[in-house]
């Protein structure tokens, strides 16, 4: 693997997040006018179903965009430092960090992101303090300290 | 003179037009960039879009301390604009898009929040190191 597909996983996610936000709200505003659109091409599905989809598309695509990073890290240990253990991310993330010097700046906004995660997981929180742009350019940062190829 | 050969006519008259456009936009960073002493490194890649077909357009990395911006034209016939060209910063992949309405560049961020500053060298040294993430 190499770093750069790391980056272009984290740049899809992206680009299919602005893609679906615009879709789910042009939807929205159409159907403003015409409160039938909806029903006339899915059975069953409603306004309030897009509804609460545009409100929940960025903590959705936020989890992706974590699946990716979690991946990248694992796929790292893995290969490129032939760690046959699959530890907790947040020693996944230390350890990693200590091997490649990763600056205490950049590790402290990528386990904001990891604290982030969990408490959407396992604390059910709905609200991002962070904005998925704040996320991804942590994620980013934090994997720009991954050698090239490995 | 067969329709098609019109159509033809036309959409490689709007593609140069097009090109034409981006050569000058990177002309300008290029230009922006080496008076702020940033390196820089100007490739081609290569665009297929359905009306224009495919083609090579210019490609610039630009080189900060601290990160690099890439200058990536993605396209001529957007939804909303003529013609679209991403700036995107490494390693924070933070993006601004640079649309072309009304025959000029207008910022927009991935929020899609319109910056309502003019296209300049010196709008374009404040965003390149802000895409960075530099204080």
Not at chain 2, 36 to 47: A, D, L, P
């Amino acid at each position: 693997m190499t770093r750069q597909d790391a980056f272009s996983a984290l740049i899809s996610v992206r680009d299919e997040f602005e893609a679906t936000k615009f879709a789910v709200g042009h939807v929205l505003r159409l159907s403003d006018r015409d409160p039938s659109l909806v029903g006339q091409y899915v059975t069953g599905l409603s306004r309030s179903d897009l509804q609460t989809c545009q409100r929940n598309l960025e903590a959705t695509y936020f989890l992706c965009l974590f699946a990716v990073f979690e991946g990248t890290l694992r796929n790292y240990s893995k290969f490129g430092r032939k760690r046959l253990k699959e530890p907790p991310m947040e020693r996944l993330m230390d350890s990693i960090g200590r091997y490649r010097h990763i600056s205490p700046q950049h590790m402290q906004n990528a386990h904001a992101v990891r604290i982030l995660r969990n408490d959407m997981i396992h604390e059910h929180q709905q609200e991002l303090r962070l904005t998925f742009h704040d996320c991804k350019s942590h994620l980013a940062t934090y994997l720009s300290w991954l050698p090239p190829l490995w | 003179m067969t329709l098609q050969s019109d159509d033809t006519q036309h959409w490689q008259q709007q593609r140069d037009q097009w090109l034409g456009w981006l050569d000058q936009l990177v002309s300008d960073i290029a230009a922006w960039s080496e008076h702020e002493g940033w390196g820089v490194n100007r490739e081609q890649k290569t665009v297929t879009e359905p009306l224009l077909g495919t083609y090579s357009a210019p490609v610039l990395h630009v080189q900060i301390s601290g990160g690099r911006i890439q200058v990536n034209p993605i396209g001529l016939h957007m939804i909303g604009a003529e013609g679209r060209v991403d700036l995107e910063g490494w390693p924070t992949l933070n993006r601004v898009k640079l649309v072309r309405r009304q025959e000029q560049w207008q910022i927009v961020t991935d929020s899609n929040v319109p910056l309502r500053l003019p296209w300049c060298e010196q709008t374009f040294v404040q965003l390149a190191q802000d895409l960075i993430g530099m204080p």
